[in-house]
């Protein structure tokens, strides 16, 4: 009688708790441009990563989005010295120029690179990468299998392909990994082009193709694709309330990020669209034949893990109302000011270290 709760407890936090803390944290990092706070939220999502992710195979996913981050920073880099961009005053040096014509948006390139205008290159570039690292957090701490059960029913068939194309990378990932060591016990070393593509790529491809024929057998025999009996006017219904409601959202969120539209009006309508897609979701998964062995509930816990990511956007809005250069400083060769608030809030976000160690890091991290 007591294996349920001893059970729940070894799991670790929801997987919807995790998603939603690491897209807090993320709509955070693109309300600023400020190098320090972006590097403040790449550490606390690294801490987080470390003393609470599992031994599964997608744990090592946030390794990956911080080479494709750092490689994000790099190519933002190259497109400013390439194309130009910023204009400063200290030059560093100077390449080539060709001006190309009016139907090409009067871009140049070559030209002069300044400090002042890579600055502002490489903290786009930062921008970009944490938001990535921030999802790579996600992927990282969330089990894809809990997560897909956890979605509403008339979700289930789409679920299924997104669950799939997320534990893609890490499933690479694992299997290039396993690979290797296989490699190493038996004494080859070879680092050439020919040897890789035999010893490594072919085996990582066929490795990938009997895991998909055996995911497409277990789908099958579980009745994925099926057809349920639901009336042709209530699919309709359903279709236009989330067609509706996704209209909405998009229309809402863009309102949100111009400054045309009036903020109350941008939330009114972002508000009404995710309700007419609630409202769809649920009238859909009534007529969805799903059922649970299991309920996977969302305890307190996931609640105090979502509302610390919660406190890093709360910070942002803070320093956006009471120091709002600090935010978005100018790319200046002058040491930018940390905001107070938002590092604070992005602090705070740290909590789910505390708050759901796992038992291989509550005498230390791995």
């Not at 990092?29 to 801490?47: D, Q, Y």
């Not at 969120?253 to 769809?280: D, E, I, K």
């Not at 709002?324 to 400083?329: A, S």
């Amino acid at each position: 009688m007591n294996t349920v709760p001893g059970r729940a407890a070894r799991r670790g936090a929801h997987p919807v708790a995790w998603w939603g803390w690491a897209l807090l944290l993320a709509t955070a990092a693109s309300r600023t441009a400020n190098p320090w706070l972006l590097l403040l939220v790449v550490a606390v999502s690294g801490l987080v990563v470390v003393w609470c992710r599992g031994d599964e195979p997608w744990s090592g996913a946030y390794r990956v989005f911080l080479l494709i981050g750092a490689t994000a920073i790099a190519v933002r880099m190259m497109f400013y010295v390439v194309f130009g961009g910023a204009e400063g005053a200290t030059v560093l040096f100077e390449l080539p120029s060709v001006r190309l014509p009016e139907w090409a948006a009067g871009f140049r390139l070559g030209g002069a690179v300044s400090a002042e205008g890579a600055l502002a290159a490489a903290w786009d570039g930062l921008r970009l990468a944490t938001l990535l690292v921030c999802v790579g957090a996600a992927n990282a701490l969330a089990s894809p299998r809990r997560l897909l059960r956890s979605v509403p029913a008339a979700l289930y068939e789409v679920s299924v392909a997104v669950v799939v194309a997320l534990s893609v990378a890490p499933q690479l990932v694992s299997g290039v990994a396993r690979i290797r060591r296989a490699r190493a016990l038996r004494g080859d070393t070879g680092r050439s082009p020919a040897n890789l593509m035999r010893t490594v790529v072919v085996p990582v491809l066929h490795d990938a193709l009997d895991r998909s024929l055996a995911l497409a057998a277990a789908m099958a025999s579980r009745g994925y694709g099926r057809a349920a009996g639901v009336p042709a006017g209530a699919r309709r219904v359903t279709s236009a309330f989330l067609l509706t409601g996704l209209l909405g959202l998009c229309a809402g969120a863009y309102a949100l990020l111009g400054t045309a539209t009036p903020a109350p009006a941008a939330w009114s309508l972002l508000a009404a669209g995710a309700g007419a897609a609630v409202f769809g979701i649920a009238f859909a998964s009534r007529r969805v034949p799903h059922t649970r062995y299991r309920t996977d509930a969302f305890g307190a816990r996931d609640w105090a893990i979502l509302l610390s990511g919660g406190a890093a956007v709360a910070g942002t809005v803070l320093s956006g109302v009471a120091e709002p250069g600090t935010l978005w400083p100018q790319a200046t060769l002058a040491v930018p000011p940390l905001p107070l608030y938002a590092a604070c809030g992005v602090l705070l976000a740290a909590a789910p270290a505390l708050l759901a160690p796992t038992s291989s890091t509550k005498t230390g991290p791995r």
